[in-house]
């Protein structure tokens, strides 16, 4: 198979990586409306949110893997990928490493904590509205979105430490698995495979 | 909003192009099971099949939208992407140019053909059997796949004169109608505005 126009991507076995775990981090708001509220306030301080959403791969049996958080420790947590809200004239880049370092870097051993390199953004997601819904482009007369999100391809070191907040599970879910299934993980998240299709993952 | 980071793409109002008609262009086969059967005796003889389907994309009413071709001239006709099989030892960008030319260029008129050029492959597909379905990763256990299928953006020139077979249609589809809509428009077509949300589409 002819690999040589795909940009090549390194992947680790999921047994290279080490996974503890770190205090509870929990989130800001107790609801969907009190989240969107706070959005609004805001969004109208300053301006459209910014963030980014962090995609680590790994490989597992032969097949790449998505690393993703499950918040709550039972089966009906919903998943989401590590990143989040980008301050005010912080570039994306650093808003990533803040944000992977919060939530996955282990807290008293800094000789451990990875040093997060950024690879390309695969996809772009725009809220148009004070709503959980987000299209992959600025639908029609929508002038100005709520949010744009960012999803960035995160190339992993060959081995690292994880500490994973209590409150959270930290899976590593198969391609196939997401692909086609929104029902399960959102329209962001299931859209992984098609947005990482174009690249050759070399499994090491 | 920063558009810095993305890579940009210039479109074209639908306006700018003119459409013309010629002779009418059959499928080879007349049934998906023949079809099918045509693929397995090549497999044979030629190994994996490559296939390449382009993206064409211009802008109306402020919105991109993207080149598609229906077959038959009813509302049941399916769409497909302009493309096709690449001949053994053939490239990829000189099989887009031959498929491109000879579903979409004026067959008379040496001077207006577009000098089509070749863009990123945004998104890769592998059809793991000789059935139908298409995925886009390497399904666990596929060791060879039975298709590769590679989508390429093709940015168009700022004015041209296409000429359509009178077998098909060709139709400007907004990404909005496209998103989600995996029914219509099948999964590789419905998952092109994620695959193209990292552009940013310069309307001009």
Chains 1, 2 share one sequence.
């Not at 107790?30 to 989240?35: F, L, N, Y």
């Not at 998240?189 to 990482?196: A, D, K």
Request: hydrophobic fraction near 35%; charge should be positive; include cysteine.
């Amino acid at each position: 198979m002819s690999h040589f126009l795909m940009p090549t991507i390194d992947i680790y076995n999921l047994e290279n990586y080490t996974f503890g775990t770190k205090d509870a981090q929990h989130e800001k708001d107790k609801s969907v409306p009190e989240r969107l509220a706070r959005m609004k306030d805001k969004y109208f301080k300053e301006g459209m949110r910014r963030s980014v959403d962090c995609i680590l791969l790994v490989h597992q049996h032969g097949h790449p893997h998505i690393l993703l958080l499950q918040i709550g420790n039972n089966q009906k947590g919903f998943f989401k990928l590590p990143g989040g809200r980008c301050r005010p004239g912080e570039s994306e880049a650093d808003c990533i490493k803040r944000k992977l370092t919060k939530r996955l870097a282990p807290p008293n051993a800094k000789e451990y904590q990875p040093d997060w390199e950024v690879g390309e953004c695969v996809s772009v997601w725009y809220r148009p509205n004070f709503e959980t819904l987000f299209y992959p482009y600025t639908p029609p007369h929508i002038t100005k979105p709520k949010e744009c999100k960012k999803l960035y391809v995160i190339p992993l070191p060959e081995k690292c430490m994880f500490a994973v907040p209590r409150n959270f599970h930290f899976l590593a879910v198969p391609l196939f698995e997401l692909y086609d299934n929104s029902k399960r993980y959102g329209p962001i998240i299931s859209s992984i495979p098609q947005v990482l299709s174009h690249f050759n993952f070399n499994q090491l």
